[in-house]
């Protein structure tokens, strides 16, 4: 199974994603060739505006969120919402709350929401003709406007914007996309 395109089994089928050396015959040996990726993002939002980031280069990025020195630079020209890889046996709750606490080191104790859950499935750069898989976990916390959100060393800067008018070149690679996905559940959920 590890050699046949993500998603499709040997007889043309969907397979399962179970990722084991022990896994059936319907799932992963190996990882898939063209990666998978579980992340949390977290909106994070005071007055209508949500707060977003310009990654410095910084080594703390590894230990934080999982990301080495290519991928930090590769985005560190545009604008990223704060978010981090799981850890190995992280809940994604866990994740949200360490991205608040950790890597922009909010107040302990805010409220944050249940997860939005979202996947995206792409050919990558890294790995032409293959397939990634994405699954998102999307939270938002809200803060309020009196509270002064300090930059830490690993960003080069943390401002509040009005996402939804926020160019999508002004992203940084494929947070535009997570974004988007964010400003329409709130609107559907918003409508209803």
């Avoid at 545009?78 to 994740?95: N, Q, Y």
């Avoid at 792409?122 to 009196?146: M, N, Q, R």
Wanted: with cysteine.
């Amino acid at each position: 199974m590890g050699s046949m395109p993500i998603g499709i089994d040997g007889c043309g089928g969907r397979s399962f994603l179970w990722l084991a050396p022990f896994a059936p015959p319907s799932g992963w040996k190996d990882v898939p060739r063209g990666g998978m990726c579980l992340c949390v993002f977290l909106f994070v939002m005071s007055e209508g505006k949500v707060l977003l980031g310009r990654y410095a280069e910084h080594p703390a990025w590894e230990e934080l969120c999982g990301m080495d020195s290519g991928r930090v630079k590769a985005n560190a020209r545009g604008w990223t919402i704060p978010a981090s890889h799981l850890k190995f046996g992280e809940d994604p709750r866990d994740a949200a709350r360490r991205i608040g606490e950790e890597v922009l080191a909010l107040d302990r104790g805010l409220a944050y929401s249940e997860p939005y859950v979202k996947t995206f499935f792409y050919e990558p750069a890294v790995a032409p003709g293959e397939k990634h898989f994405d699954l998102l976990f999307l939270f938002d916390v809200s803060i309020e406007a009196c509270v002064n959100v300090r930059t830490p060393s690993w960003y080069a800067a943390l401002e509040w914007f009005d996402i939804g008018a926020l160019q999508r070149e002004a992203f940084a690679r494929q947070h535009e996309d997570v974004a988007e996905t964010w400003i329409k559940k709130r609107a559907e959920v918003f409508e209803r």
